[in-house]
């Protein structure tokens, strides 16, 4: 079992800087990709980057550029740094873990979950 809580949301304006923590404990978490994804009502879940147990990295297109991840082994914890913010990126935040390769971009794939962190983006 993997347990994740992630943190680092709120409340900014566009153009602002946000960067949110998920905290793993449970299993070893280097063996695990890591995802993150995001929810408004009404939409589905939608993948925004992840990071690969080996260490690569891959995002959605509305976030290439602006997003970056990365991650501390020490501490298990996985980071989403995300610049330039825009009001469309207003969402609830959920990063994700999953056993095996690759960095699938459906929710489905992932088999833990955290709780969600909400970040707002003002315009």
């Known amino acids: 079992q993997v347990q994740l809580v992630e943190s680092g949301g709120g409340l900014v304006q566009a153009g602002d800087s946000l960067r949110l923590s998920c905290a793993a404990s449970?299993?070893?978490?280097?063996?695990?990709?890591m995802g993150w994804f995001r929810q408004v009502p009404g939409k589905e879940r939608e993948f925004v980057g992840g990071?690969?147990?080996?260490?690569?990295?891959a995002f959605a297109d509305s976030v290439k550029g602006r997003f970056s991840i990365s991650g501390d082994n020490a501490k298990n914890t996985v980071f989403l740094q995300m610049n330039s913010l825009k009001p469309e990126d207003t969402a609830v935040y959920y990063c994700?873990?999953?056993?095996?390769?690759?960095?699938?971009?459906?929710?489905?794939?992932?088999?833990?979950w955290g709780q969600g962190t909400r970040v707002t983006v003002s315009s």
């Open positions: 990071l690969s147990w080996s260490g690569i990295t």
């Open positions: 449970g299993r070893t978490f280097s063996a695990y990709g």
């Open positions: 994700a873990a999953r056993q095996g390769l690759g960095l699938p971009t459906s929710p489905v794939a992932y088999n833990y």
